[in-house]
C-alpha cells in the first residue's frame, strides 16, 4: 500500500515536471533578429555628430573643395571639449565628418592633397581624428567616423582608380585611431571635376569596413547594420519597423522611398534599425548666422520622444564654431535638455505597483520580469496568444504622463498594434493606442489621475515579448 502511495506521489512530481518544463520553454525567435552588436548599439541610444571642415570658415553647406586648405584654422580647438559636453549631455558617443563633400581630409591622409596637412593650423601638424579619438577615450565616449564617397576635390573622383583611393583612406581612419563604434556613409552623388558621377562599389567599402573594425555598425541609407530614417527633422514614423527590405536598392539615390525608411517593412527581410540623424541648428555645419537659432528645449524635448521613443536611436549634431570649440548657445541647450530629461523619467513608478496579466507563459516569464530592471529577463505569452494586457493597479490614484515600453528585441520585434488604458471611476477609459514597440517606445501623454493602468498588446506578429515597462 505505502509503495502504491509513494509511485503516485512520484509520478505527481513527474507530471509537474514535465508541465513546467513546457510552460517554461523560451520563445522560439520571431522573424529576422539583431546582431549582437546591433543590440548593443541600440543600448546607446543618443550620441553626438559633430559636422567640422572648411565650411565651419566658409559657413555653407557643401563646399565646392576648391577652398583652399588655409581656409581651415581652428584657433583653438578643443575635442576634449567636444567630449566633455557630450558626456555631461549623456551622450554615449561621437561621429566626427572625417571628410564632407568637400574632400578635405581631417586627418593627413596619405591619399590626398587635401587635408590638414595642407592648413596652416599647427603648421600642418595637426590632426583632428587623433585629438578626437584620444578625448572620447579620457571621456568613455565611443568614436565614430562619417566619410563623404562623394569628393568634390579628388582629381581622381569618377574615375575607377576613386574607389581604390576611397578604400585606403577608410583603411587610414579605420586603423589608426582604435576602436570605430559607426561608420557613417552618406549616400550623396554628384559629378566630380570631370563632370562625371562615381560608381561607387559599396560592397568593396563595407568589405573595408568590416576587416579593419568588425564591429563597427555600418550606417547608410540601406544599413547593412543601421539606416537612415527618411528625413532630417527628427521625426521616425510612429510605426517603426527595424527591418526593411533592401534586396536591389543602394544608399543614395537608388534607396528605398522616404516613407520606407521612416516605417521600415513588416517582416522585412535584413534587421537594419533606424537612427535618426538630426542638427541642433538649422545647418549642419556652424555658422554665426544660426547662433540664435539653436533648437528650443521644447523642440529637442519633442525630437527626444518622435526618436528614441519611437524605436530608433538619436544621433543629434552640434557643430563646432571656428574657434574649434563647441558655442555656449548649443552647450547651455544640451544640458538643459539632459536636465529636463533628467526630471521627466526621475520616478519611475511602476514597480510600485501590483502588476498581473491576461496571460502567462509560465514561472519564467512571469510579469514581473518587466519591472525587475533585467533587459534579459522578460514577459511572454503560450506561443499562441498574440493578444494579452498587463496591468498596473496602485494603491492609491496616481498622476502620469510617460508610459515606456520595451520589446524584448534579441528574439525579434513583434507587437504591431497596441494600446494604453486608465481605470477611473469604474471603468477604463483609453488614453494612447499606437503600432509598433521594438527596442523602445515612449508615450507622452496629458497628465491623468489613474487607480489601474492598463498595457494591452492587441495584435502581434507571434506571442508578445515585454522586458520592461516604466510608468512616469
Ligand atoms: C547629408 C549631407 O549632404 C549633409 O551635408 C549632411 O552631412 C547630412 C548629415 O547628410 O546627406
Request: aromatic residues 14%; negative net charge.
Amino acid at each position: 500500500m505505502k509503495f502504491v502511495k509513494y509511485f503516485y506521489i512520484l509520478l505527481f512530481i513527474n507530471v509537474l515536471t514535465i508541465f513546467s518544463c513546457i510552460n517554461t520553454k523560451a520563445p522560439e525567435p520571431y522573424g529576422k533578429i539583431p546582431s549582437k552588436k546591433q543590440i548593443e548599439w541600440q543600448k546607446l541610444e543618443y550620441y553626438m555628430f559633430v559636422h567640422f571642415g572648411p565650411n565651419t570658415f566658409t559657413h555653407v553647406e557643401w563646399g565646392l573643395g576648391n577652398e583652399s586648405p588655409e581656409v581651415f584654422n581652428p584657433t583653438e580647438l578643443d575635442c576634449k571639449q567636444w567630449a566633455a559636453t557630450a558626456s555631461a549631455a549623456g551622450m554615449k558617443g561621437i561621429i566626427i565628418t572625417a571628410k564632407h563633400h568637400d574632400g578635405f581630409c581631417l586627418w593627413p591622409s596619405k591619399y590626398s592633397n587635401h587635408t590638414v596637412r595642407e592648413s596652416e593650423w599647427k603648421n600642418g601638424e595637426g590632426d583632428v581624428l587623433k585629438e578626437l579619438s584620444e578625448a572620447c577615450q579620457e571621456y568613455k565616449l565611443k568614436f565614430g567616423v562619417y566619410l563623404s564617397p562623394w569628393d568634390r576635390n579628388h582629381p581622381s573622383y569618377g574615375t575607377d582608380e576613386y574607389n581604390t583611393v576611397f578604400t585606403n583612406m577608410l583603411e587610414e581612419v579605420l586603423t589608426n585611431y582604435g576602436n570605430v563604434f559607426e561608420q557613417w556613409f552618406d549616400g550623396a552623388n554628384g559629378e566630380g571635376e570631370n563632370g562625371k558621377k562615381q560608381e561607387y562599389d559599396w560592397q568593396l567599402f563595407n568589405n573595408t569596413v568590416y576587416k579593419f573594425q568588425p564591429d563597427a555598425m555600418i550606417f547608410s541609407d540601406v544599413g547593412p547594420d543601421c539606416r537612415w530614417m527618411g528625413n532630417e527633422q527628427g521625426i521616425a514614423g510612429e510605426t517603426n519597423w527595424a527591418t526593411l527590405n533592401i534586396d536591389g536598392f543602394f544608399p543614395g539615390e537608388f534607396a528605398p522611398a522616404q516613407d520606407i525608411l521612416n516605417n521600415g517593412n513588416i517582416n522585412g527581410e535584413k534587421w537594419i534599425p533606424a537612427e535618426t540623424d538630426v542638427s541642433i541648428r538649422p545647418g549642419w555645419f556652424y555658422s554665426p548666422k544660426t547662433n540664435d537659432k539653436v533648437k528650443s528645449l521644447e523642440k529637442l524635448i519633442s525630437i527626444y520622444y518622435t526618436s528614441i521613443g519611437r524605436n530608433s536611436n538619436l544621433l543629434l549634431n552640434v557643430p563646432p564654431d571656428e574657434r574649434g570649440k563647441i558655442h555656449p548657445n548649443d552647450s547651455v541647450r544640451l544640458i538643459e535638455f539632459k536636465e529636463a530629461l533628467d526630471k521627466v523619467f526621475e520616478n519611475n513608478i511602476a514597480p510600485k505597483a501590483k502588476v498581473s496579466a491576461s496571460a502567462n507563459r509560465g514561472r519564467k516569464f512571469n510579469v514581473k520580469n518587466i519591472i525587475d530592471n533585467n533587459y534579459d529577463s522578460y514577459w511572454a505569452t503560450p506561443d499562441n496568444i498574440t493578444n494579452a494586457s498587463i496591468e498596473f493597479s496602485f494603491e492609491n490614484p496616481v498622476l502620469i504622463n510617460n508610459v515606456l515600453l520595451q520589446e524584448y528585441i534579441p528574439l525579434g520585434q513583434r507587437v504591431s498594434k497596441f494600446s494604453i488604458e486608465c481605470w477611473n471611476d469604474n471603468k477604463w477609459e483609453k488614453i494612447f493606442s499606437g503600432t509598433t514597440i521594438g527596442y523602445k517606445r515612449i508615450i507622452n501623454i496629458s497628465e491623468i489621475s489613474c487607480k489601474k493602468l492598463r498595457v494591452n498588446i492587441e495584435e502581434a506578429l507571434a506571442c508578445p515579448l515585454i522586458n520592461n515597462i516604466e510608468i512616469y
